[in-house]
Nanobody
Framework: QVQLVESGGGSVQAGGSLRLSCAASGYSGGVYGMGWFRQAPGKEREGVAVIASHGGTNYADSVKGRFTISKDNAKNTLFLQMNSLKPEDTAMYYC??????????????????WGQGTQVTVSS
């Protein structure tokens, strides 16, 4: 059973930066695509950034040029560097893993495993 634990959320002012981390365990030899998703109150969960097993990445248009997804395979850790944060980035951020490792989607449906989330709050 894959377990995902996010950390690094917090409160920042607009224009600031945060780095989220997601520690993964229980892979048991499986290969996964990974992604970051977010959900604001009253809104649907949306994809922010995804990374394939081969390292290819994809981003939501709203975060392109500001956010960077990366991973450290040796430490089984996923990262999301968030720069130039805006109030509209305020949400609960979730880490997720999918068996569709070659071309992970920005849509949350194909993801098999989810973390508990970490809150990001950006004030104006």
């Amino acid at each position: 059973q894959v377990q995902l634990v996010e950390s690094g959320g917090g409160s920042v002012q607009a224009g600031g930066s945060l780095r989220l981390s997601c520690a993964a365990s229980g892979y048991s030899g499986g290969v996964y695509g990974m992604g970051w998703f977010r959900q604001a109150p009253g809104k649907e969960r949306e994809g922010v950034a995804v990374i394939a097993s081969h390292g290819g990445t994809n981003y939501a248009d709203s975060v392109k040029g500001r956010f960077t997804i990366s991973k450290d395979n040796a430490k089984n850790t996923l990262f999301l560097q968030m720069n130039s944060l805006k109030p509209e980035d305020t949400a609960m951020y979730y880490c997720a893993a999918t068996l569709l490792h070659w071309a992970p989607s920005l849509h949350p449906v194909p993801y098999n495993y989810w973390g508990q989330g970490t809150q990001v709050t950006v004030s104006s």
